[in-house]
């Protein structure tokens, strides 16, 4: 990894641009309630917007991608993030709020992982699964760097002058990294693939009325909403079993560096399994932590478990999601597709928090529980039928 050059220079832009964005917003989320007075649930409905905007702007985002504007998209979208990030410094009216988050919530869509991902496959191929790998081990980090960073700046400056250096983190760091990283990829795309010019017109013309592409954007749906769902809520489960707060947290701490450890399992892993064996193993193991979760009310051990599982599993969701759309769906246009299948995932994730807490205000979060167990469970049918659709055609 070190001696590529674009995939470093991914992995850099990667970390520093979600810690200075999508990480940034819990990091600071109590110092505004404290600022501004607002109620949470109104702070936390402006990033549910910016991943809903994301979501829905990913399609158009693949088709440029696909143009081979990779580069001047994402360098735009960090742009973008350090300008409304720069402003929201200065608000003191929750549409204010709002408006600078829809913008950022842009920039998610021009900058994260989808449109990353996108890329590296667009222009690594069948050489893309290590890529991916290597820049999420790096990018895993990134909640590490932000969480204590944010604490310190607003410690010492406040909250205001925090979000203004991130902001400068974006631009000096963030922007040209990924932007330089894209065009460097775009530069050698011809060295690791081969691309058919009259196959990618016709893939493209019908994809939104494929009976695999949805079968497989809702089957990677489920883990993402049985995954947001059980995070947001987590610490109020915990809570409502007596577990101590320090273990509450400690537990939720240790999610971030188990899904770092997840993708460092299938490094190691990647050359004796194949990529529909990773993808089932995610389904079985998500419904098996949220299982273990269930049974573990306040037993230490249990809840350690849980963490290993839950966190290692989707830790590797992040890597195998590309990697299976492209073999399944095919390279050519793959940005088109994976912002299509962007779209389906990152609505089910937006939506996660409120759907587990309405499945909570009917009948507890026991309920909520085997909810998501069976999500997985649909999720994984799912995605067994539309391998086998593949294989037959």
């Known amino acids: 990894m070190f001696r590529d050059k674009p995939i470093l220079l991914m992995a850099l832009g990667q970390i520093t641009v979600w810690a200075s964005l999508l990480y940034l917003f819990p990091a600071l989320l109590l110092h505004w309630e404290a600022a501004f007075g607002w109620a949470r649930s109104q702070i936390t409905g402006a990033i549910t917007l910016a991943i809903l905007i994301s979501a829905f702007a990913a399609p158009t985002v693949g088709k440029l991608i696909d143009q081979g504007l990779s580069g001047p998209v994402m360098g735009f979208g960090c742009i973008l993030g350090a300008l409304f990030l720069f402003l929201l410094s200065f608000i003191d009216k929750l549409w204010h709020f709002y408006l600078c ?14 449109p990353c991902f996108a890329v590296v496959t667009r222009c690594r191929g069948q050489k893309a699964k290590q890529a991916i790998i290597s820049i999420t081990l ?5 909640g590490a ?11 010492m400056y406040g909250w205001e002058q925090c979000v203004r250096i991130f902001a400068i983190v974006i631009l000096l760091v963030s922007a040209p ?19 058919n010019a009259d196959t990618e017109a016709r893939q493209t013309l019908h994809l939104a009325r494929m009976p695999l592409f949805w079968l497989l954007a809702i089957s990677f749906a489920t883990l993402g909403i049985a995954h947001g769902v059980t995070l947001h809520h987590l610490l109020a489960i915990l809570d409502q079993r007596t577990v101590s707060k320090d273990l509450a947290v400690t537990v939720a ?16 892993s990647a050359p004796h399994v194949s990529n529909h064996g990773v993808a089932i193993s995610c389904f079985i193991l ?7 979760l269930a049974l573990a009310g306040s037993n230490p051990s249990l809840l350690v478990l849980f963490v290993i599982i839950f966190g290692g599993s989707y830790g590797i969701v992040s ?13 050519t246009q793959f940005g088109e597709k994976s912002g299509a299948l962007a779209l389906v995932y990152l609505v089910g994730s937006a939506t996660a928090p409120l759907l587990g807490a309405l499945i909570w205000r009917a009948g507890g979060y026991n309920v909520v529980l ?16 539309a391998n086998h659709l593949q294989e037959k055609f």
């Open 319 to 331: 890597i195998i999601r590309p990697v299976v759309a492209r073999d399944l769906l095919g390279q």
């Open 101 to 114: 988050w829809s913008f950022i919530g842009l920039a998610f869509a021009c900058t994260l992982y989808e």
């Open 286 to 292: 998500m419904a098996l932590s949220i299982f273990i």
């Open 145 to 155: 760097f932000s969480f204590p960073l944010a604490h310190v700046l607003t410690e």
């Open 177 to 195: 990294a990924l932007w330089f990283a894209a065009t460097l990829m775009e530069r050698d795309r011809q060295l690791y693939i081969a691309e």
């Open 370 to 385: 085997n909810t998501m167990i069976t999500l997985c469970v649909i999720g994984l049918l799912l995605y067994l039928f």
């Open 138 to 142: 790096l990018a895993g980090f990134a």
């Open 253 to 268: 701490a240790f999610i971030g560096p188990m899904q770092v450890t997840g993708r460092l399992v299938m490094t190691i």
